[in-house]
């Protein structure tokens, strides 16, 4: 682990400002994908990934992957480990962000809201627009009076200041499709999100804590506890992958996503993130064909066009970026770089599809 750990950097999915800017040769040009159209994807259109949850949320991605792992959020489609969540997740998320921000530790909301509703934690989160909160308090809103953990009535004079919350800002996101009914599942893939039992699920819950109180070292000191303790995962693999990506050991980094792959080959977000610190290695051909393949197996993944695009720029390739810019542009329009995109769009003047 490097010395100086910088916690404001994303992980490889997160918002681009992250990803450095290198002009080299410019490599050989490769064919394009074929083009589609976002009809052809219907299920995943308009829907956000998990990095860019975290990116509109304005929360760390170990927060997004607690949630998903306790049942607070939940993906409405899933393949090869890249999830999907609607709106209606994100506005779930939102109020669980609005705690996270008012200094609740990921642990501290998981044990408040399981208090405060007989259904749960799970429960508390579905109708987390109606929880109030004062310090460290949480309330729920039943619609006439307020109610503290295991069903106790709050006071008049306490509910009062707390009975009509702001609510919270919400981005502009319309057209959405039909929410799924179940989450597509993959052949052969592990199990989603299988629940950790005993110390190992403490362990993750700790780590993912560390990881958003910028704590990074702790933070993959405790998931290789967690490796040591029940073996490899691709899963686990990947979070501490992530996790030395956002302290800026990269070599490290690039280590634990080839691991990832080696264990599970369809592992779609490590190859993904793989493509991204090849590239900020210096190895844009590596890059660029790691994000090739993900693209072929996915062409749904706004995300992986994203990174494709940036890479393709940082080569001159700037006509083959500009395709891909306007693909994760048809696929994620309400993405939180969706206007970035339509800026290096304009600036490089390019009308290509």
Same mark, same amino acid.
């Given at each position: ?16 400002? @992250?990803?450095?800017?290198?002009? @080299?040769? !410019? ?50 489609? &899933? ?5 999907? +969540?609607? +709106? ?33 934690? @799970? ?15 949480? *309330? ?60 190992? &699920? ?13 704590? +990074? ?13 029940? &073996? ?23 280590? !634990? ?70 693909? +994760? ?5 309400? *993405? ?7 800026? !290096? ?5 390019? &009308? *290509?599809?």
């Amino acid at each position: 682990m490097p010395h100086e750990v910088k916690d404001d950097q994303p992980s490889p999915g997160g918002p681009p400002a @992250r990803r450095k800017s290198v002009r @080299r040769s !410019r490599p050989s040009a490769r064919p394009l994908l074929a083009d589609e159209h976002p009809a052809d994807h219907p299920g995943v259109r308009r829907l956000h990934t998990s990095a860019m949850m975290a990116a509109v949320l304005d929360v760390p991605p170990a927060a997004i992957r607690h949630w998903v792992r306790g049942g607070l959020l939940e993906v409405v489609r &899933g393949t090869g480990s890249v999830e999907w +969540f609607d +709106f209606e997740q994100l506005v779930v998320g939102r109020h669980l962000a609005r705690l996270l921000g008012r200094g609740l530790s990921l642990r501290e909301i998981d044990a408040k809201l399981a208090d405060l509703a007989p259904g749960g934690a @799970r429960a508390a989160a579905a109708a987390a627009g109606r929880v109030r909160i004062d310090g460290r308090r949480l *309330s729920i809103d039943d619609g006439s009076r307020l109610l503290a953990a295991g069903g106790q009535l709050q006071f008049v004079f306490y509910t009062a200041p707390l009975a009509h919350p702001e609510p919270p800002e919400m981005p502009s996101v319309v057209g959405l499709p039909p929410r799924p009914a179940v989450r597509e599942e993959v052949p052969g893939e592990e199990p989603h999100h299988p629940s950790p039992s005993g110390n190992v &699920g403490e362990i993750l819950d700790l780590a993912d804590d560390l990881e958003a109180a910028g704590e +990074f070292v702790e933070a993959a000191e405790a998931l290789r506890a967690v490796l040591q303790a029940q &073996g490899p995962t691709a899963r686990v693999i990947f979070m501490l992958a992530e996790l030395l990506y956002r302290a800026g050991d990269l070599t490290a980094a690039r280590e !634990r996503y080839y691991a990832v792959i080696e264990l599970d080959p369809d592992h779609l977000q490590a190859r993904s993130s793989l493509g991204c610190v090849l590239a900020e290695l210096g190895e844009h051909e590596l890059a660029l064909a790691a994000l090739e393949g993900v693209l072929r197996q996915e062409p749904a993944y706004a995300d992986a066009h994203w990174h494709m695009a940036g890479v393709l720029q940082d080569t001159g390739l700037d006509d083959e970026a500009a395709h891909h810019l306007h693909r +994760f542009l048809a696929l994620a329009p309400e *993405s939180p770089w969706a206007d970035l995109a339509r800026t !290096r769009l304009d600036g490089a003047g390019s &009308g *290509s599809q």
